[in-house]
């Protein structure tokens, strides 16, 4: 435990480790506020509903590109210099998109704002595990879950009062602009608060160690809580990182055995299973899917904002137990109670009966039901694998590649994402909503398995440790 005259360097970086989370704040809006402009998109920019779903998915190609490349250039520049230019990234892509008079110019802007939130995913998590004692890391970590959600909310509640002021996405409101370019533009205030806020903290201790700089280092962990000791912790970490280079992609080898650290495949297992649980489906098509589901447009975008709610509910109750409970539980415990909800909502959306038009139509105790699990559903996911798999990244790897693994997994979890994105709307043409849900419950129950197999508990382990 922290001693009382530490207790002014646990604030220190709890300020930190919040001024970090700004990136996850700008991934969940950035994220998020696409959801309430679908169908004012597809009609300002005349697409069809294929070019729509690449209208929305496009973003998630610049965020493989960025969580690829983040970790290498973190590792070359720095956690912070590298931040700082995604926080340029995301007031550029907000301004862009905002002023886009096509598909091919507003598919470029999310694809810079896609790099962007990419990076963030990487370096924000990797950051804060970097800066944080071991006995904290968990909650810690769990902030950037925490401000993602927020960011998401803040987007979905923004989209509701934006559209309601202007009478639909669609309509002119300030400046005679249709209010979906507000929508975007709105994210220039957080990315501009992101940028500045990050000429105010130190660089990763460890990072500076990895770049020959150990007085820099030395004097960065005397201010993050190491006053007395800071030269042998310095001494900690350049034992785990004698390779005799920068780390970079080439230490995910294993001399050894000539094959990749097993570690690599756990978190790319771990990465790839948050996004095939199907998630990002209720947060980029959540509209979209309420209306499907026979709900009013104004209804949907409500339903949003309750959503984003009980994110942020069950997200800091994950903060005040992955510490306490640790994180293999948290898992397990949110993949079961993902498959049982998910597999409600296959059932409830596979029984329910079509509408004049041909519209999905949920009758009398449906409608309620499918609610219900849907937010629980949600609220599992947010306790459990939402927060839980950005903090285990952060630090389950080897100081020597984690900003490498990071790299990879990263990469990996956004075309995971792009993958579910991109084939919703496929599953919703050809299977309808139960059968898409299906999908998605099998893999929550195969996630519990994996979970079981082949994740190891980190709790409470110093990063020299892993």
């Known amino acids: 435990m922290p001693t009382p005259d530490h207790k002014p360097h646990i604030f220190h970086i709890f300020l930190i480790s919040c001024t970090a989370a700004i990136g996850g704040f700008l991934f969940g809006f950035d994220s998020g506020v696409i959801n309430g402009t679908v169908t004012a998109l597809q009609k300002a920019f005349g697409s069809s509903s294929v070019g729509t779903g690449f209208n929305v998915a496009s973003m998630l190609l610049g965020c493989a590109g960025g969580a690829f490349l983040a970790g290498a250039l973190a590792d070359h520049f720095g956690r912070k210099s590298i931040m700082v230019v995604t926080?340029?990234?995301?007031?550029?892509?907000?301004?862009?998109?905002?002023?886009?008079?096509?598909?091919?110019?507003?598919?470029?802007?999310?694809?810079?704002?896609?790099?962007?939130?990419?990076?963030?995913?990487?370096?924000?998590?990797?950051?804060?595990?970097?800066?944080?004692?071991?006995?904290?890391?968990?909650?810690?970590?769990?902030?950037?879950?925490?401000?993602?959600?927020?960011?998401?909310?803040?987007?979905?509640?923004?989209?509701?009062?934006?559209?309601?002021?202007?009478?639909?996405?669609?309509?002119?409101?300030?400046?005679?602009?249709p209010a979906w370019k507000w929508m975007f533009w709105v994210e220039l205030i957080p990315a501009a608060i992101f940028l500045v806020a990050l000429f105010l903290i130190p660089e990763s201790p460890r990072y500076l160690v990895a770049a020959g700089q150990a007085e820099k280092a030395e004097s960065v962990l005397g201010r993050l809580g190491h006053p007395d000791d800071a030269t042998r912790k310095v001494e900690e970490i350049k034992k785990t990182l004698q390779v005799g280079h920068k780390p970079s992609l080439r230490d995910l080898w294993d001399k050894t055995t000539g094959r990749l650290h097993p570690i690599l495949w756990?978190?790319?297992?771990?990465?790839?299973?948050?996004?095939?649980?199907?998630?990002?489906?209720?947060?980029?098509?959540?509209?979209?899917?309420?209306?499907?589901?026979?709900?009013?447009?104004?209804?949907?975008?409500?339903?949003?904002?309750?959503?984003?709610?009980?994110?942020?509910?069950?997200?800091?109750?994950?903060?005040?137990?992955?510490?306490?409970v640790g994180r293999k539980p948290l898992l397990i415990f949110g993949s079961i109670g993902m498959a049982i909800f998910l597999g409600v909502l296959s059932v409830v959306f596979a029984t329910a009966g079509l509408d004049a038009k041909g519209n999905l139509q949920l009758v009398g105790f449906a409608g309620?039901?499918?609610?219900?699990?849907?937010?629980?559903?949600?609220?599992?996911f947010g306790v459990s694998w939402g927060p839980v798999m950005w903090v285990m990244l952060g630090e389950m790897f080897q100081n020597k590649f984690r900003g490498a693994a990071l790299a990879i997994s990263g990469f990996a979890q956004w075309m995971a994402n792009f993958a579910i994105t991109m084939t919703f709307p496929v599953l919703l043409a050809h299977f309808g909503l139960g059968g898409a849900y299906g999908c998605y419950t099998v893999f929550a129950l195969i996630s519990v398995f994996f979970v079981l197999k082949l994740v190891k508990e980190t709790k409470g382990k110093a990063l020299e440790d892993m």
């Open 87 to 177: 926080a340029i990234l995301f007031g550029l892509s907000s301004w862009g998109s905002g002023v886009s008079n096509g598909s091919v110019e507003f598919v470029i802007y999310r694809v810079i704002g896609g790099f962007a939130v990419g990076a963030a995913s990487v370096l924000c998590p990797a950051y804060i595990s970097e800066v944080a004692p071991a006995s904290i890391r968990g909650r810690l970590s769990s902030l950037q879950q925490l401000a993602i959600v927020l960011g998401l909310f803040m987007a979905f509640l923004s989209n509701y009062m934006i559209a309601e002021g202007a009478g639909g996405a669609s309509s002119a409101f300030w400046g005679g602009f």
């Open 266 to 324: 756990v978190g790319v297992g771990l990465a790839v299973f948050q996004q095939l649980v199907g998630i990002n489906v209720v947060f980029y098509y959540g509209a979209t899917l309420w209306e499907a589901a026979g709900f009013p447009p104004e209804r949907a975008l409500l339903i949003n904002v309750i959503t984003g709610a009980v994110n942020i509910g069950s997200t800091l109750i994950a903060i005040s137990l992955v510490d306490k």
């Open 368 to 380: 309620p039901i499918a609610l219900v699990a849907a937010n629980l559903y949600v609220f599992f």
